[in-house]
């Protein structure tokens, strides 16, 4: 059996239990997914000081959890902590960010990020420069409405992100488009049924990248 964890950097346990619902459905076969919710925080990251406040609880949890699990997944998107819990443990650690935005870019795409945190875009932008792709980032639009209120209403939420899709695609010349956030892990499968255009998902674009890593580590 592989075991993975999935660590939700905010407090809310439902988005936790989403996500790992969601990575244990594209699991392949003897794979498990669960997941470590943190014990401070926000309920959702929203703000750039929100983010950096999340890596040492991040890291307390993967350091505790690392002699046990063949993986870890950072399900907040802006991956806080991967890079410092990557040099502590021995087993591949991924994050819903990264991984989505090196599948989208796969084949030299152009690709865009549909989200609802208008305080990250920078942080994202600059992100998605660190990690070379740059040249291939069509930018951000944004859903309209307070986070908080489109989480809690899904099908408002996949019509948001489904316009801010779009306008990725049409105006922006998007050949893929990601999702960005935890929270919106399951509206995201809603609205790829609606394109034919890749729309990428946060949670498992980090599964196929972390069983790749896997699979990688024990050949």
Do not use: W
């Amino acid at each position: 059996m592989t075991h993975i964890l999935l660590i939700n950097p905010n407090m809310s346990a439902a988005t936790t239990a989403e996500m790992v619902a969601i990575a244990n459905a594209v699991a392949p076969q003897g794979t498990e997914v669960t997941g470590a919710t943190a014990r401070r925080g926000p309920k959702m990251i929203l703000k750039a000081e929100e983010l950096r406040a999340a890596v040492p609880e991040v890291i307390d949890i993967g350091l505790a959890a690392a002699g046990g699990i063949d993986g870890i997944i950072i399900g907040a998107f802006g991956d806080p902590g991967l890079a410092q819990l990557r040099r502590q443990v021995s087993v591949p650690v991924v994050g819903i960010a990264e991984a989505p935005m090196q599948e989208a870019a796969q084949s030299g795409r152009r690709f865009g990020i549909a989200t609802t945190t208008p305080a990250l875009v920078e942080i994202i932008a600059a992100y998605a420069a660190r990690l070379g792709l740059a040249d291939l980032y069509a930018g951000i639009r944004l859903t309209s409405g307070d986070p908080l209120d489109l989480v809690a209403d899904p099908p408002l939420l996949a019509d948001a992100l489904t316009e801010a899709a779009r306008r990725l695609i049409e105006c922006d010349d998007a050949e893929a488009v990601v999702i960005g956030g935890g929270p919106l892990g399951k509206a995201a499968m809603a609205v790829a049924a609606r394109f034919a255009t890749p729309i990428i998902a946060p949670v498992p674009a980090a599964m196929r990248r972390l069983m790749s890593m896997v699979g990688e580590a024990r050949s």
